[in-house]
Antibody, heavy 119, light 110 residues
Framework: EVQLVQSGAEVKKPGESLKISCQGS????????IAWVRQMPGKGLEWMGM????????KYSPSFQGQVTLSVDKSVNTAYLQWSSLRASDTAVYYC????????????WGQGTLVTVSS | NFMLTQPHSVSESPGKTVTISCTGS????????VHWSQQRPGSAPLTVIY?????PSGVPDRFSGSIDRSSNSASLTISGLRAEDEADYYC?????????FGGGTKLTVL
């Protein structure tokens, strides 16, 4: 069974750094992009970017380029999303998804990680 | 920038059929595959249609997708509506591997 398991909820203060994770299992982790999607409270889905674990090829949404960093550790089948300096506006649920090659459809989704940034 | 536009909300009665549209802003929506995800309240998204009209394993055949090239739009149709279909539905496509989401449509099953 394919699973994407994300790290738990986080509460941070503005200016702090954070790294959340998404661990894949049940498939060849390196062979599929992992995408990250933001959902702000009461809002829709926003694509942040994606990474190809085999070679760490990156695609960032222009809206998130320079704001976050995507990375992977193939040895533990895990993708990461990190911030160096959080803002209150980063408060959201973040989802990872396994992405099919070719048409880039989201084959599986993680359960989401709630990040709350508040002073 | 390529954009996808969906109606904000639709509603229909149990047992009926509902169609949700997704219109591309420019070019041809048919030039890139369209996928649809369902998000129930408090849950992660779930893909119900991929590559315009294919269903992932486990998704009921009450869900179907289509493309209308003449109107540059895609549609998600749900037949035999059930209370459990009440959710937000998002269309999504890719331009050069970059994802684009529609704004989402809230489906209410009356």
């Amino acid at each position: 069974e394919v699973q994407l398991v994300q790290s738990g909820a986080e509460v941070k203060k503005p200016g702090e750094s954070l790294k959340i994770s998404c661990q894949g299992s049940g498939y060849t982790f390196a062979a599929y992009y992992i995408a990250w999607v933001r959902q702000m409270p009461g809002k829709g889905l926003e694509w942040m970017g994606m990474i190809y674990p085999a070679d760490s090829e990156l695609k960032y949404s222009p809206s998130f380029q320079g704001q976050v960093t995507l990375s992977v550790d193939k040895s533990v089948n895990t993708a990461y999303l990190q911030w160096s300096s959080l803002r209150a506006s980063d408060t959201a649920v973040y989802y990872c998804a396994r992405v099919a090659s070719g048409s880039y459809w989201p084959m599986n989704w993680g359960q989401g990680t709630l990040v709350t940034v508040s002073s | 920038n390529f954009m996808l536009t969906q109606p904000h909300s639709v509603s229909e009665s149990p047992g009926k059929t509902v169609t949700i549209s997704c219109t591309g802003s420019s070019g041809s929506i048919a030039g890139n595959y369209v996928h649809w995800s369902q998000q129930r309240p408090g849950s992660a998204p779930l893909t119900v249609i991929y590559d315009n009209d294919d269903r992932p394993s486990g998704v009921p055949d009450r869900f179907s997708g289509s493309i209308d090239r003449s109107s540059n739009s895609a549609s998600l149709t749900i037949s035999g509506l059930r209370a459990e279909d009440e959710a937000d539905y998002y269309c999504q496509s890719s331009e050069n591997g970059n994802w684009v989401f529609g704004g989402g449509t809230k489906l209410t099953v009356l």
